[in-house]
């Protein structure tokens, strides 16, 4: 005889591996929303004309979004080829929209207009540097 555990579908959201890929990548997210925030602040103290330090302080971002990339492929069971891999890095404006259509179809069209907006926030937040 069967016992009644046995039947019971087990729906655990712990042992969902599609649950922690949407938990991690939720989390890089938060972390760049206060990244910027935090950002936004430190730039008011920062000297106004030092292109070098922008740069310094504007690549942590592209590491969490390609973090983000990743965690994004094995959500969706896609592999990244290398060429790829290397357009997020080195042409990440065009490559992103590109990979986005890729792992999710025309149904990308949600996640990319999520992103712009997360962008144009980003952007805003950095425009209060010079106001």
């Known amino acids: 005889m069967a016992s009644a555990t046995e039947d019971e579908p ?4 712990a042992d969902d591996p599609v649950s922690d ?3 991690g990548k939720r989390r890089i997210l938060f972390f760049l929303l206060a ?4 950002l936004a602040v430190i730039c008011n103290f920062m000297p106004k004309d030092d292109r ?4 310094v302080i504007g690549l942590p971002v592209l590491i969490p979004v390609l973090i983000w990339c990743h965690l994004d492929a094995k959500e969706r069971n896609h592999k990244i080829g290398i060429i790829m891999k290397l357009s997020l890095v080195f042409l990440f404006v065009l490559a992103f929209p590109i990979y986005i259509f890729q792992t999710q179809g025309p149904s990308g069209f949600k996640s990319l207009t999520f992103a712009t907006f997360f962008a ?8 209060v540097r010079f106001f």
């Open 21 to 23: 890929y949407s938990i």
């Open 35 to 38: 990244y910027d925030v935090s």
């Open 10 to 13: 087990k729906s655990n959201a």
């Open 52 to 55: 070098v330090l922008d740069y």
């Open 120 to 127: 144009s926030g980003t952007v805003v937040l950095l425009l």
